[in-house]
């Protein structure tokens, strides 16, 4: 039995960032993720894609913001179940919980906090006949290291951002890169969408709307695709094939928790910490829903902190938390390591 005081389920950002913050309350954190490392979807699906809107980053990968959180939290000893999915909660007597993992690895703790991003997900996929039999061939629904398209001729297929911004990043990588849309409108940022009209021009992406992919062609691996537009067919060779048209997010066991759902996401009380419906389990993130929601990281971060004074105060009833700035306190990890401003040196005026 893993025993902590704030279990976190899900360690993309948001659960690692509750880390620090709870370590500055002196509270111990687990984190369970089904993915075999930390980081969520900045690990797993874009850790070369670049973040814009991180205070205090003007730009930072994704893969580089995971490293800086662990490191961040590396002081208050974090401990991590990974490769495994959070199956089943049970309330004890005394108001804590048990989580078991899909593994049989149990975990107890006095608070949980769901952390889980958009929960399980699965890239949507585009209705093409034989499209499964070129998967990991040639055709792909992610892409975690760009240096694959490296020199090579590169199709995607989408109008959001992530098609976007793929479509600017591999411009620089790919010999050809070919972005189809089935509109004449994108639904990505408008800058996004306006460098590739001026990579258009620059003759660096070929941009081909409205249209869509209908068919694939190869033998054993992705050789070609069928593009669909005003009624006619052409036939465009390539090396890889991408379809970016989003995720299909899945709370998978958690929505049977007995927790109040709206629209696949957890509905918590944000006018005070993120609480459930359930004393005791929080839910912090993309995997939550309030009035105004916003899904960006630097609110998961937000909503992390208040979460982590609502624990503090669960783990130690009656206990007052006297809130003390960092560059006052300084920071005491629990590996014994001391971190704090220099003091000023007082000196008498002679």
């Known amino acids: 039995m893993i025993k902590t005081d704030i279990l976190i389920i899900g360690a993309g950002p948001t659960g690692l960032f509750t880390v620090f913050e709870a370590g500055l309350l002196k509270l111990k954190c687990h984190l369970i993720d089904a993915l075999p490392q930390p980081g969520g979807q900045c690990s797993e699906i874009y850790p070369k894609k ?6 205090g980053f003007p730009e930072v990968l994704a893969g580089d913001l995971t490293k800086n959180l662990l490191e961040q939290g590396k002081q208050f000893e ?32 006095p608070v949980v906090a ?19 039999d070129y998967e990991d061939k040639g055709v792909e629904y992610m ?5 694959v398209y490296r020199n090579k001729r590169v199709v995607i297929s989408g109008g959001g951002d992530s098609a976007l911004d793929w479509s600017i990043f591999l411009a620089d990588v790919a010999s050809e890169v070919t972005l ?8 990505g940022a408008l800058d996004s969408v306006e460098k590739v009209g001026e990579l258009k021009l620059l003759g660096k992406i070929n941009l081909i709307t409205p249209a869509e992919v209908t068919g694939l062609h190869g033998d054993g691996k992705i050789e070609a695709v069928t593009v669909t537009k005003d009624g006619e067919e052409s036939r465009i060779e390539t090396d890889h094939f991408i379809p970016l048209f ?11 928790w007995g927790l109040e759902i709206e629209k696949n996401a957890i509905k918590v009380d944000n006018s005070r910490n993120y609480q459930t ?16 929601k916003l899904k960006l990281i630097l609110c998961g971060f937000h909503e992390a902190t208040l979460m982590c004074q609502a624990a503090y105060r669960i783990i130690n009833p009656g206990k007052k938390y006297v809130l003390k700035y960092t560059t006052v306190s300084g920071i005491d990890g ?17």
């Open 78 to 109: 974090p401990g991590f179940t990974l490769g495994e999915r959070a199956e089943t909660i049970e309330k004890q007597d005394d108001g804590s919980f048990i989580v078991t993992t899909n593994k049989g690895t149990k975990h107890h703790a």
């Open 334 to 350: 629990f590996d014994g390591s001391r971190k704090e401003a220099p003091k000023a040196v007082v000196q008498a005026i002679q």
């Open 143 to 147: 892409i975690k290291d760009p240096e």
């Open 50 to 55: 670049p973040i814009y809107d991180i205070p």
């Open 246 to 256: 989003g995720l299909s997010p899945k709370l998978g066991p958690i929505g049977d």
């Open 180 to 187: 189809i849309h089935r509109r004449n409108e994108f639904r």
């Open 114 to 132: 769901i952390a889980g991003g958009l929960g399980s997900f699965e890239p949507r996929k585009p209705a093409i006949e034989g499209l499964a």
């Open 277 to 292: 419906n359930i004393e005791g389990i929080f839910a912090i993130g993309d995997v939550n829903t309030y009035p105004e």
